[in-house]
């Protein structure tokens, strides 16, 4: 994967947030760098909020509403604070560098703290849930 955006930080978050970014731009990277932009710019529990929030709309913008999981959102996005996320001193790629597990193996490190039958969930979909094996 490729860390170097195409649009300028300020396109690509105002075309998340609109649900104007198209489907060929918001792949797994796409969702992370989302997420990394609102935590730079946002205290934690308001980047969770609309990164989750704007990904849902994106969905259903994009005719795949059902591919939206609340707590596998919200569980990345919380992840990617541990990861220094909102740290403003540390760019795009160089996040994309520092944590090459949540860029190339996030379902690997998501399993570490849910079993699947919960975090693919109906309830999991539609709201947060907790880990189950490990605290995020």
């Given at each position: 994967?490729?860390?170097?955006?195409?649009?300028?930080?300020?396109?690509?978050?105002?075309?998340?947030?609109?649900?104007?970014?198209?489907?060929?731009?918001?792949?797994?990277?796409?969702?992370?760098?989302?997420?990394?932009?609102?935590?730079?710019?946002?205290?934690?529990?308001?980047?969770?909020?609309?990164?989750?929030?704007?990904?849902?709309?994106?969905?259903?913008?994009?005719?795949?509403?059902?591919?939206?999981?609340?707590?596998?959102?919200?569980?990345?996005?919380?992840?990617?604070?541990?990861?220094?996320?909102?740290?403003?001193?540390?760019?795009?790629?160089?996040?994309?560098?520092?944590?090459?597990?949540?860029?190339?193996?996030a379902?690997?490190?998501?399993?570490?703290?849910?079993?699947?039958?919960?975090?693919?969930?109906?309830?999991?979909?539609?709201?947060?849930?907790?880990?189950d094996?490990?605290?995020?």
């Open positions: 994967m490729n860390p170097q955006p195409a649009m300028s930080d300020e396109a690509f978050l105002a075309a998340f947030l609109d649900a104007s970014m198209p489907a060929a731009g918001f792949d797994h990277l796409g969702h992370l760098r989302a997420a990394w932009l609102l935590l730079q710019r946002r205290p934690l529990e308001d980047a969770v909020a609309e990164t989750c929030t704007a990904i849902a709309r994106l969905a259903a913008h994009l005719g795949a509403p059902q591919k939206y999981n609340r707590s596998l959102s919200e569980a990345l996005v919380r992840l990617m604070a541990k990861a220094g996320a909102a740290d403003r001193g540390l760019s795009w790629p160089g996040f994309v560098a520092a944590n090459p597990e949540l860029v190339g193996d379902r690997a490190l998501l399993a570490r703290h849910y079993r699947d039958d919960t975090l693919f969930s109906e309830q999991a979909r539609g709201s947060f849930v907790p880990p094996l490990q605290p995020l």
